[in-house]
């Protein structure tokens, strides 16, 4: 079949114009439908990250604003069994409300973060230029990058002002659109909240016990205090708070399959116009020897080409956006990432590939079966 | 002049390019439609939220997130002595609520533990339709303690069927059962998103005795706007500094939301954009290959005696018709499937709105789209001498 | 070409072929009960006015029609009993079509049209561009393999049909009015050609036209008409003791 390549090559791009005009069709949807992927792409990561902590929250409470427990609370929920250890986070927002701007800042003991967050890769600064300072800040990559911040800058936002420290990358999604800062910088901002976190981060000794640990948590506290918390897995603490973003995330995933849809009736159409015109040239070739379902399968091969070539061209650009432009949309204080990930690029390029095969199977098909000598004529 | 009906038999000719080309077009303007009735819905829904003879009394530093808002309960009874001149009244009551706004998980009573973000507010039962004009009961009755009242696009707003929230249903508020006593209409705003119950029953089960979030007044609208501010502004930095009140126009706090929301609706129209710039490729890629076939054809009409001028027109009548009628079907379906559609966007919900901007756009598009469709083509095809495009193949 | 007993077989053997085809839902006849046969190393004119069914006995010869009745045999091979796809295979082993209008295709320079047969057959790389040189340089224009047909003349791009339809050395050539869009030079020199490929590589060529001189260059004239043979005979010129038997059948 490689060897007809140089004819089906020749066709699709001798005819400039048309070949231009659908892959550039195809291109600007198929940008559009990795772009509107690449959203749920990132909450599936999200939600599908790790699982071996527990977030305990106010009871009934979303907007981290709204969500006060009592730092000592802390002490109850390291008795619980099964908990390996607690951290007390102070969240502040700068918004709550949907946006793809927020600066979301957690508050921590900076002697303990470096336990908590292992993980992190610094991509400058470390942890004792973090811990140096009352006001310093670690800074998440992708928001880094986004506001353009750098060790040594000052930055304010949300009523809060910081001392960049270093930027750390993170393979946990979500976390490089935070900023880490010392848990009592943040508590000095309201007078009236100086002993209330927003959540606390519980390690597990044992993952599996996840959810009786929970409930024993939630329990204690309710039969001890009077403020009751809501304590879940951390994939499902993510999950409440992004339901309100969920409609609007389906609306883009419907977005993209109309997008798609456009791209198979645009190809469609291509090869439908380049079949009519090559109605005499088909004959020919049958004339020379070429049978019916070999034509078909070059029609088709050039339908799969120009398809490919816009999914390519499409899918390639957007990726080189989000990269340049790492986008995340937040709400409640919780960002999903704009992922264009090589496994969804790889994905987008087949479904190119497959409407490439459906826009052509008729024309193609049609293509194989004319008779050669009213086609001759 | 070319007879009309020229344009119409060319686009005959080649039944299933004209089908696909329409076809193609039908799904962009539709999904021209479909994000443009998105952005106008959210603008829509912002800008007729705000009440723009409603002050709202809020905490300083939550002058963005009212719902994180906290003020001293006695803000509403200083409020009503030291803006008496400019509160509107209604015999002896001044059109002042003391309201208290809570995001909170709420759910159906016999589904414990799950259950949405809802907005609740509690409110002056005597004061708050005083302020809150756009606000109407249209079914059942005013709360009592224990009861709740729910906007029409509650059920949206919680993922519910309109079923599950019927008057005399109960949902689940605060780990309390809450009966619905009725609804209430507030079109085209965020408000019809929320649940309202008595202040005093939301402040027991908040466990917020002593504050409320917002003193929502209403002054009179013959006032001075400036001075009324003034004096707004006056009373909370200089008279009372030490309850850490603003005061803000609630169509203002609105405004901002709407440029909060700027970065979202711009990401909407670069959609719209793209979207539209695909369908112009689809349309220049049909009459290209409408025109290239026609050369000698032209040639042959210019040769009769008919000016470019009129076979260029044609071309465009060819061009626009088949863009109009894609964009008729576009637009029916659009009207029929997506208008008054809701959608559950963060803190609150509202409906994707087909108005007059959203079809001038979606529409002035799918017509654009067959214009510009027709002007490369009809170019290309003028270029050659007529002698010569005879003898085109 | 030789049968069972020793004696030469014919090439083409037609019998009792009749082609109908449907115009508004009548049957229109075009070839009566036709018989003819054509030995290996003839050149045949078929010759009649329009309308005669000459073209249409040609695209049977070819393999690229159907009869409605009787049978079409090539190199001993009935053509009816092909299924679709075994005669597009048979057309690429055995068959070389000259059209009037050459039909190249634009997009491919004239060495890729002449290579367009050989794709067909399992050959290497190296060997299809030898056999693609050898074919081009038989019709003159081994130096313009690079050119596409925009860059060709008329007489040229016939050439390089002739080049496609000689390259994968078909058993049988036909031709449709080859020189019926040159000018009288090109004609004579594209005659001169298809007299080349008969004489010297032996090919056996069937040729539709109806230009007497085209068809001065054949050794045997076949008129058909009304979509019946009429006549056929071996104009004296080329009789010359050497030309195959000639053998007519009068239609009734």
């Given at each position: 079949?490689?060897?007809y390549?140089p004819?089906?090559?020749?066709n699709?791009?001798g005819?400039?114009v048309?070949t231009?005009?659908?892959v550039a069709?195809?291109a600007l949807l198929?940008?559009?439908?990795?772009?509107v992927?690449?959203i749920q792409e990132?909450?599936?990561?999200l939600?599908s990250?790790r699982d071996?902590r527990l977030?305990?929250?106010?009871?009934?409470?979303?907007?981290?604003?709204?969500?006060q427990l009592?730092?000592f609370y802390?002490e109850?929920?390291?008795?619980?069994p099964?908990?390996?250890?607690?951290?007390?986070?102070?969240?502040?927002?700068s918004?709550?409300?949907?946006?793809?701007?927020t600066?979301?800042f957690?508050g921590?003991?900076?002697?303990?973060?470096?336990?908590?967050?292992g993980?992190?890769?610094f991509?400058?600064g470390?942890?004792?230029?973090?811990?140096?300072?009352t006001?310093?800040a670690?800074?998440g990559?992708?928001i880094?990058?986004?506001?353009?911040?750098?060790?040594?800058?000052?930055?304010t936002a949300?009523g809060?002002?910081?001392?960049?420290a270093?930027?750390?990358?993170?393979?946990?999604?979500?976390e490089e659109?935070?900023?880490?800062?010392h848990?009592?910088?943040?508590?000095?901002?309201k007078h009236h909240e100086?002993?209330?976190?927003?959540?606390?981060?519980?390690?597990?000794a044992?993952?599996?016990?996840?959810?009786?640990v929970?409930?024993?948590?939630d329990a204690?506290?309710?039969?001890?205090f009077q403020v009751?918390?809501?304590t879940?897995?951390q994939?499902?603490h993510?999950?409440?708070a992004?339901?309100?973003?969920?409609d609007?995330?389906?609306?883009t995933?419907?977005?993209?399959?109309?997008?798609v849809g456009?791209?198979?009736?645009l190809v469609a159409n291509?090869?439908v116009?380049?079949?009519?015109?090559r109605?005499?040239?088909h004959?020919v070739l049958?004339?020379?020897?070429?049978?019916?379902?070999?034509i078909?399968s070059?029609m088709l091969?050039?339908?799969?080409l120009?398809?490919?070539?816009?999914?390519?061209?499409?899918?390639?650009?957007?990726?080189?956006?989000l990269?340049?432009q790492p986008l995340?949309?937040?709400?409640e204080?919780v960002?999903?990432?704009?992922?264009?990930?090589?496994?969804?690029?790889t994905?987008?390029?087949?479904l190119s590939l497959?409407?490439g095969?459906?826009a052509g199977?008729v024309?193609?098909?049609q293509?194989?079966?004319?008779?050669i000598?009213?086609?001759?004529? | 002049m070319?007879?009309?009906?020229?344009?119409?038999?060319?686009?005959t000719?080649?039944p299933l390019?004209?089908?696909?080309?329409?076809?193609?077009?039908?799904l962009v303007?539709?999904l021209l439609?479909l994000?443009?009735g998105?952005v106008?819905?959210?603008e829509l829904s912002l800008a007729?939220?705000?009440?723009?003879?409603?002050?709202?009394?809020?905490?300083v530093?939550?002058?963005e997130?009212?719902e994180?808002?906290?003020?001293?309960?006695e803000v509403?009874?200083l409020?009503?002595t030291?803006?008496?001149?400019h509160?509107v009244?209604y015999?002896d009551?001044?059109?002042?609520?003391?309201?208290m706004?809570i995001a909170?998980r709420v759910g159906?009573?016999d589904?414990?533990?799950?259950?949405q973000?809802?907005?609740?507010r509690?409110?002056?039962w005597?004061?708050?339709?005083?302020?809150?004009?756009?606000v109407?009961?249209v079914e059942g009755t005013?709360?009592v303690?224990?009861?709740?009242?729910?906007?029409?696009?509650?059920?949206?707003?919680l993922?519910?069927?309109?079923?599950?929230?019927?008057?005399?249903s109960?949902?689940?508020?605060?780990?309390?059962p809450?009966?619905?006593?009725?609804r209430?209409?507030a079109?085209?705003t965020?408000?019809?998103?929320?649940i309202?119950?008595?202040l005093?029953d939301?402040?027991?089960?908040?466990?917020?005795p002593?504050?409320v979030s917002?003193v929502?007044?209403r002054f009179?609208?013959k006032g001075?706007?400036?001075?009324q501010m003034?004096?707004?502004?006056?009373f909370?930095?200089?008279?009372?500094?030490d309850?850490e009140?603003?005061?803000s126009r609630?169509?203002?706090y609105?405004a901002a939301l709407?440029k909060?929301?700027g970065?979202?609706?711009?990401?909407?129209?670069l959609?719209v954009?793209?979207?539209a710039?695909?369908?112009a490729?689809?349309a220049v890629?049909?009459m290209y290959a409408?025109?290239a076939g026609?050369?000698?054809?032209?040639a042959?009409l210019q040769?009769?005696?008919?000016?470019?001028?009129?076979?260029?027109?044609?071309?465009l009548?060819?061009?626009?018709i088949?863009?109009?009628?894609?964009?008729?079907?576009?637009?029916?379906?659009?009207?029929?499937?997506?208008q008054?559609?809701?959608?559950?966007?963060?803190?609150g919900a509202f409906?994707l709105?087909?108005?007059?901007?959203?079809?001038?756009?979606?529409c002035?598009?799918?017509l654009a789209?067959?214009v510009f469709?027709?002007i490369?083509?009809?170019?290309?095809?003028?270029r050659l001498p007529i002698?010569d495009a005879?003898?085109?193949v | 070409?030789?049968?069972?007993?020793g004696l030469s077989?014919?090439?083409?053997?037609i019998?009792?072929l009749?082609?109908?085809?449907?115009?508004?839902?009548q049957?229109?006849?075009v070839l009566?009960?036709?018989?003819?046969s054509v030995?290996?190393g003839e050149f045949?004119?078929?010759?009649g006015?329009s309308?005669?069914?000459?073209t249409?006995?040609?695209?049977?010869?070819?393999?690229?029609?159907?009869?409605?009745?009787?049978?079409v045999?090539?190199?001993?091979?009935?053509?009816?009993k092909?299924?679709?796809?075994?005669?597009?295979?048979?057309?690429?082993?055995?068959?070389?079509?000259?059209f009037?209008?050459?039909?190249?295709?634009?997009?491919?320079?004239?060495?890729e049209?002449?290579?367009l047969p050989?794709?067909?057959?399992?050959?290497?790389?190296?060997?299809?561009?030898?056999?693609v040189?050898?074919?081009?340089?038989a019709?003159?224009?081994?130096d313009?393999?690079?050119?596409?047909?925009?860059q060709?003349s008329g007489g040229?791009?016939?050439r390089v049909a002739?080049?496609?339809?000689?390259v994968?050395?078909?058993t049988?050539?036909?031709a449709d009015?080859p020189?019926?869009d040159?000018?009288?030079?090109?004609?004579?020199?594209t005659?001169l050609?298809?007299?080349?490929?008969?004489k010297?590589?032996?090919?056996?060529?069937?040729?539709?036209?109806?230009?007497?001189?085209?068809?001065s260059?054949a050794r045997?004239?076949?008129?058909l008409?009304?979509?019946?043979l009429v006549?056929d005979?071996?104009?004296?010129?080329s009789?010359?003791?050497?030309?195959?038997?000639?053998?007519?059948?009068?239609g009734?």
């Amino acid at each position: 079949m490689l060897k007809y390549l140089p004819y089906v090559r020749k066709n699709v791009f001798g005819h400039r114009v048309r070949t231009a005009m659908t892959v550039a069709g195809t291109a600007l949807l198929m940008f559009l439908f990795l772009f509107v992927s690449s959203i749920q792409e990132g909450l599936d990561r999200l939600l599908s990250g790790r699982d071996d902590r527990l977030i305990v929250y106010q009871a009934y409470r979303f907007c981290p604003p709204s969500s006060q427990l009592p730092v000592f609370y802390d002490e109850a929920i390291r008795d619980v069994p099964g908990v390996r250890d607690v951290l007390p986070v102070k969240v502040v927002v700068s918004n709550c409300r949907a946006s793809l701007d927020t600066v979301v800042f957690n508050g921590v003991d900076p002697k303990r973060l470096p336990a908590a967050r292992g993980h992190f890769r610094f991509l400058s600064g470390d942890w004792s230029s973090f811990q140096a300072r009352t006001d310093a800040a670690l800074v998440g990559r992708r928001i880094a990058e986004r506001r353009g911040l750098r060790p040594g800058q000052s930055f304010t936002a949300a009523g809060v002002t910081v001392q960049v420290a270093g930027v750390f990358a993170s393979d946990a999604t979500g976390e490089e659109n935070v900023i880490y800062t010392h848990l009592p910088l943040l508590l000095n901002q309201k007078h009236h909240e100086e002993f209330h976190v927003t959540l606390f981060e519980v390690a597990l000794a044992d993952p599996d016990q996840a959810e009786s640990v929970a409930a024993a948590i939630d329990a204690k506290v309710k039969s001890r205090f009077q403020v009751p918390t809501e304590t879940k897995p951390q994939k499902a603490h993510y999950q409440t708070a992004l339901a309100d973003l969920l409609d609007l995330i389906g609306m883009t995933r419907w977005l993209g399959l109309v997008c798609v849809g456009v791209v198979l009736v645009l190809v469609a159409n291509s090869v439908v116009m380049a079949a009519q015109d090559r109605v005499k040239e088909h004959a020919v070739l049958q004339t020379i020897g070429y049978s019916g379902p070999r034509i078909f399968s070059l029609m088709l091969a050039e339908s799969c080409l120009i398809a490919v070539v816009g999914g390519l061209v499409g899918i390639a650009g957007c990726v080189a956006w989000l990269v340049w432009q790492p986008l995340a949309i937040s709400t409640e204080g919780v960002s999903i990432d704009f992922v264009a990930s090589p496994q969804l690029a790889t994905w987008g390029l087949g479904l190119s590939l497959v409407v490439g095969l459906l826009a052509g199977l008729v024309p193609a098909w049609q293509a194989g079966r004319a008779e050669i000598v009213t086609s001759l004529r | 002049m070319l007879p009309w009906d020229y344009g119409v038999r060319n686009l005959t000719r080649r039944p299933l390019r004209t089908v696909l080309t329409g076809l193609g077009l039908t799904l962009v303007v539709f999904l021209l439609l479909l994000v443009v009735g998105f952005v106008r819905g959210l603008e829509l829904s912002l800008a007729q939220s705000g009440d723009p003879e409603v002050v709202l009394l809020h905490n300083v530093n939550a002058a963005e997130n009212l719902e994180n808002s906290s003020i001293s309960d006695e803000v509403a009874t200083l409020a009503r002595t030291e803006f008496a001149a400019h509160l509107v009244r209604y015999g002896d009551t001044a059109a002042l609520s003391p309201e208290m706004t809570i995001a909170s998980r709420v759910g159906r009573s016999d589904a414990e533990g799950q259950g949405q973000l809802g907005v609740l507010r509690g409110v002056d039962w005597d004061r708050a339709f005083l302020v809150r004009r756009q606000v109407a009961l249209v079914e059942g009755t005013i709360p009592v303690r224990g009861e709740v009242l729910v906007g029409r696009l509650v059920p949206a707003k919680l993922g519910l069927r309109t079923e599950d929230v019927t008057v005399g249903s109960t949902l689940l508020v605060e780990g309390r059962p809450w009966r619905v006593s009725g609804r209430f209409a507030a079109p085209g705003t965020l408000l019809e998103s929320e649940i309202w119950c008595d202040l005093g029953d939301l402040k027991t089960a908040v466990r917020r005795p002593n504050d409320v979030s917002v003193v929502a007044m209403r002054f009179d609208p013959k006032g001075d706007p400036a001075r009324q501010m003034g004096y707004v502004e006056y009373f909370c930095r200089n008279r009372r500094p030490d309850l850490e009140l603003m005061g803000s126009r609630e169509a203002e706090y609105y405004a901002a939301l709407q440029k909060h929301y700027g970065p979202m609706r711009a990401m909407g129209w670069l959609l719209v954009g793209l979207v539209a710039a695909a369908g112009a490729c689809g349309a220049v890629n049909t009459m290209y290959a409408a025109v290239a076939g026609r050369v000698r054809e032209f040639a042959a009409l210019q040769a009769v005696g008919f000016p470019r001028r009129a076979i260029g027109l044609s071309l465009l009548q060819e061009s626009v018709i088949l863009s109009a009628a894609a964009t008729l079907v576009a637009a029916g379906l659009a009207l029929l499937l997506v208008q008054g559609v809701a959608v559950r966007f963060t803190m609150g919900a509202f409906t994707l709105q087909l108005d007059r901007t959203a079809l001038l756009v979606g529409c002035g598009a799918g017509l654009a789209l067959g214009v510009f469709g027709a002007i490369p083509p009809a170019v290309r095809a003028f270029r050659l001498p007529i002698a010569d495009a005879l003898k085109a193949v | 070409m030789k049968n069972a007993e020793g004696l030469s077989m014919p090439l083409v053997e037609i019998e009792n072929l009749t082609k109908s085809y449907r115009k508004g839902g009548q049957e229109v006849p075009v070839l009566r009960d036709l018989a003819l046969s054509v030995d290996a190393g003839e050149f045949v004119a078929l010759m009649g006015p329009s309308g005669s069914g000459k073209t249409t006995l040609l695209n049977l010869i070819a393999g690229i029609d159907r009869p409605t009745a009787g049978v079409v045999r090539v190199a001993g091979q009935d053509l009816g009993k092909l299924s679709r796809n075994r005669l597009a295979a048979w057309r690429a082993n055995h068959v070389g079509y000259i059209f009037q209008l050459y039909n190249l295709i634009p997009v491919l320079s004239a060495f890729e049209n002449v290579e367009l047969p050989l794709l067909l057959l399992p050959l290497s790389r190296a060997e299809r561009r030898k056999r693609v040189q050898v074919a081009l340089d038989a019709v003159g224009l081994l130096d313009r393999h690079d050119h596409y047909p925009r860059q060709l003349s008329g007489g040229q791009e016939q050439r390089v049909a002739i080049a496609r339809a000689i390259v994968a050395d078909p058993t049988l050539l036909v031709a449709d009015e080859p020189t019926g869009d040159l000018d009288a030079d090109t004609a004579g020199q594209t005659l001169l050609l298809l007299k080349r490929l008969n004489k010297e590589m032996g090919k056996t060529l069937v040729m539709v036209t109806h230009d007497p001189k085209a068809a001065s260059a054949a050794r045997r004239l076949v008129r058909l008409e009304k979509g019946r043979l009429v006549d056929d005979v071996v104009p004296l010129a080329s009789a010359n003791g050497h030309s195959p038997r000639a053998r007519a059948t009068i239609g009734e």
